[in-house]
């Protein structure tokens, strides 16, 4: 758990981050949106203290994380930023290995642990870990800077428009790769975006901020159907509002029953893609197949447009 207690960061005259408070369960992610210089990356900066700041406390599973040395503190707890900062004279399986090496991992756990990092981002550990960032792909040094943020199996996962730079097909796969990554180590994660889209989908929360404040701190679904005020009611996009509500829900939970002609759409796809293959059929309704392709029933159009609206 992360508990954020009245922090605030001020340079001179100017606060850039202005008494903030946020808990952040164990175990889940925290998505924190808002426009260019809200202090994002500061409050982000504070959590690992490569920012102090000028009062406020931050606790990570209880402890202020002032109580050990920013080093120790930074060894424990991933980052991972846009741009992905790895290092250029260093390998990519050295760039993994960076943090368990100073923690004086030995070797074969180390290579083990590269092996496993590298496999599960999809790279050939043997065609792949001798290389430069230089010799890879945007996409594929984006996978090297997020696979060397979990090296340790830190706990807490600070990430910093990781996505950013990315096009948007390898973005998705991206997110998807961390969501089922998060699932499967149980990391919590602070996600830093300037995308709504993403926002929503990988946010269990979403802190929205503007000028140093957080002015709304809730589930997705709770800021698209409720946002707290004009500016957070602009962020989310008003025209945007409904295909978002959809893509939060999954198709088996808005299943009809009764039969359909056409494709079956499967049980796990987003509302929001039902909803557009319904349109692109020219179909009221389709069928719904579960994952052994079994018929459930039926998704309508009429049924997605009422789930479109706020509860
Ligand atoms: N070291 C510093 N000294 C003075 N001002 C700073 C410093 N670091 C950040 N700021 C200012 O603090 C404000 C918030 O910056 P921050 O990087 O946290 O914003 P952000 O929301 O992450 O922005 P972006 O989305 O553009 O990255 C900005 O106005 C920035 O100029």
Redesign the pocket.
């Known amino acids: 758990m992360i508990e954020i207690e009245g922090i605030t960061k001020r340079?001179d005259e100017?606060t850039?981050v202005d008494n903030v408070s946020l808990v952040i369960e164990p175990r889940t992610i925290a998505v924190i949106v808002?426009t260019?210089?809200?202090?994002?990356?500061?409050?982000l900066r504070m959590i690992n203290r490569l920012v102090e700041p000028t009062s406020g406390v931050i606790k990570l599973d209880g402890a202020d994380n002032r109580s050990v040395p920013d080093y120790q503190l930074r060894r424990s707890i991933g980052y991972a930023i846009q741009g992905h900062g790895l290092f250029p004279h260093r390998t990519v399986a050295q760039n993994i290995a960076t943090v368990p090496l100073l923690l004086g991992w030995d070797k074969d756990r180390i290579k083990a642990r590269v092996d496993e990092l590298m496999t599960l981002y999809q790279l050939d550990p043997q065609a792949y870990g001798p290389r430069y960032p230089h010799e890879l792909s945007g996409g594929q040094q984006q996978r090297v800077g997020v696979a060397r943020a979990l090296a340790a199996e830190p706990n807490v996962l600070l990430m910093d428009e990781p996505f950013g730079a990315l096009d948007p097909i390898i973005r998705t796969k991206a997110q998807e790769d961390l969501l089922a990554i998060q699932k499967r180590f149980g990391t919590t994660i602070i996600l830093?975006t300037?995308d709504m889209e993403e926002a929503v989908h990988m946010g269990d929360k979403i802190a929205v901020?503007d000028a140093g404040k957080v002015l709304q701190y809730a589930k997705p679904a709770e800021i698209l159907a409720r946002p707290a005020n004009g500016f957070v009611e602009t962020l989310v996009g008003s025209s945007e509002r409904p295909f978002r509500l959809l893509s939060l829900g999954r198709v088996r939970d808005a299943v009809e029953p009764g039969g359909a002609e056409g494709e079956a759409i499967p049980g796990d796809a987003s509302q929001r893609d039902a909803l557009a293959e319904l349109l692109w059929a020219g179909r009221p309704a389709l069928p719904v197949k579960d994952g052994d392709g079994k018929l459930i029933g039926r998704i309508t159009v009429e049924g997605l447009v009422k789930r479109a609206r706020p509860a």
Not at 36 to 43: N, Q, R
């Open positions: 340079y100017t850039v808002g260019s210089g809200s202090g994002k990356t500061t409050l830093v300037h901020m």
